[in-house]
Structure formats: structure tokens, C-alpha cells
């Protein structure tokens, strides 16, 4: 009898543990390498999340045109082994952004790597990205 309760309960704990797993999704899926961008813009947010940082930027177009884009980092804990922390961009940093459009027209993309204002650039942490060769954001 204990075994028939055991069971059912036990398949929906293994559900609910394998569920983030088959949610992420691989580089190639929702970003084209092929169409690669450079955005300069102001940080507007900065999310330190899992499964994926990311940065928000506002880019003002030659007309004075205002687009937001939404950047997909790494994961925290890739970022943190590059050199990166939570406090390493703040709202109103301008940046330039170097990465891969997504493949769905929308106003997002895979950033490969960050150039903050004061020139230097860093590596960005995330899987459409070459190896971390940047140095990481200095302390805040």
C-alpha cells in the first residue's frame, strides 16, 4: 500500500526537478550567429538571474529615436568566474555591446561582449560568446 503512494508521489518530484532542464534553451535555437550587432546605448537595468544575466540598454538612433534592447549574459555563476559581480553595471553606464540578434526580429540579443565607458571591454559569459580572453569589469 505504501508503495502505491510512494511511486506517483516520487514521478512528480522527478517531473518537477527535470522541468527547468528542458525549459533552457541552446544558443543556436533563439540567437543567429550569423547577424551580429553592436549596440551603444545607457543601462537601463541590469538583472544578476538565473539562468541567464542580462543587461537592458535604451539606444538612441541618429534621429533621437529611443529603441530598448534586452542583452541575454551568461549565468551569474559563469560572469562571477570571469571577474564580474551584481554591482559591476549600473543604470546609466553607457555601454557598447557587441553579440547575436535573435532569430525572432525581436529587440533582443546574445551580447559576446561588454565595452563600458571607460573603454574596457569584457567578456560577456555567455554560450554564443568566444572564450573569456577580456578582462572582467573592474570592483564597484
Known sequence: MRLKLIAPLMAIVLIAVALPVFAHHSFSAQYDANKPITLKGVVTRFEWTNPHARIFIDVTDENGKVTSWNLELGS????????????????GDKV????????????????RTVTLASGKT???GSSGGD???AAPPPAR
Not at 76 to 91: D, E, F, Q, S
Not at 96 to 111: F, I, P, R, Y
Open 122 to 124: 569584457v567578456f560577456a
Open 76 to 91: 551569474p555563476n559563469i560572469l562571477a568566474r570571469a571577474g564580474w559581480t551584481r554591482k559591476a553595471l549600473a543604470v
Open 131 to 133: 572564450t573569456p580572453t
Open 96 to 111: 557598447a555591446v557587441e553579440g547575436a540578434l535573435a532569430k525572432d526580429g525581436s529587440k533582443m540579443a546574445n551580447a
